[in-house]
């Protein structure tokens, strides 16, 4: 088989949210869009789901035709083999070509299995490209979601683009965004009311569409804003959070915001290839379960000119996409990590030692290829 009989990955879009965030809503608007057409829609309830009005016709093997051109279904069973059984039915004529799979998560979801799915599955992976996550949030309610639930702050942290729903009820938002911007720095956040959450501002904000556009590596990773949260969040991290007598927070607010850590290493340095995969293996290895979301661009010193691309969820990563070339002028190795009780100081000294640069508390690269288990900090 040539590279041309190698069909193109159908990119796939996740959005989620709490519960009563207005998933629903924002998907029924989405799916009236040219964008969206010949699009999979995967719910994981039907039952809930308040598309009546775009439904013109019931099919016999369980997805109903939509007024959009749209294919909608239920998860049956589990994501993977629903997206396997879609993917070999388009492959046999048994449903038409679709170009795109929006997901819709239950709103008690834990992101980061779906995103697993996408990544790890070794089918799913060559004939799916994650091309982003859609997170929404409540304006009235979310704070106290954000206090009360992880699942809610994962949903936020691993966001590509975050939607600000019901702002025209809440009296005031500057706080809440704040706090967004702390959880995921990289992240836009759209206000729904204002209209801003449209599918040309939420869909396709992956670069995996490698035949077809220069990959906007730079829009993706926005790693220059975690300059000023690097500063933000020293300072909140040593004069707002102090603990009170048995090791609790004085006071409720965030109480599971400190758990999240969003950060980015950069470097002009090429990196052997053999280096960056010890460094990447021993990170996944004894700390996956902590990195809710990793991606970047990274610059080998075997092919400086052709960097490769990667993305990853916990112990799950995408195969590396190379490119033919940089996609701007920048061409620094930049790594976006989002993690869960894992400070940004030990990611960095791991880091430093596999480029051989000295640190503080930088960890002996020797001894941690002897013992990868010495790298485990509880």
Known sequence: MTDRDIPKPVPVSVITGFLGAGKTTLLNQLLKDPLLSDSIVIVNEFGEIGLDHLFIETRDDGMI?????????????????????LMRKRDTDKISEFQRVVIET?????????????LSHPYLAARYALDGVVTLVDAVNGASTLDNHMEAVKQVAVADRIVLTKCDLAADTSALKKRLQALNPAAPILDAVKGEATASALIGTGPFDLTSKNPDVTHWLNAEAYHE?????????????????????SHDVNRHDVHIRAFCLATNDAIPSSAFEMFLSLLRSAHGEKLLRMKGIVKLAETPDRPIILHGVQHVFHPPIALSAWPDEDHRTRLVFITKDLEQSFVEGLWNA???????????????LDNPLSLRRE
Do not use: K, N, W, Y
């Open 65 to 85: 035709l939509m007024a959009s051109g749209c294919l909608c279904c239920t998860i049956r069973g589990d994501l993977v083999d629903t997206l396997d059984d």
């Open 354 to 368: 596999f480029l051989g640069r000295p640190g503080i508390d930088t960890p002996d690269r020797s001894a941690m």
């Open 229 to 249: 949260h690097d500063h933000d969040h020293h300072h909140d991290h040593h004069h707002h959070h102090h603990d009170g007598p048995e090791g609790q927070h």
């Open 106 to 118: 239950t709103g008690l979801a834990d992101p980061a299995p779906i995103l697993q799915s996408l």
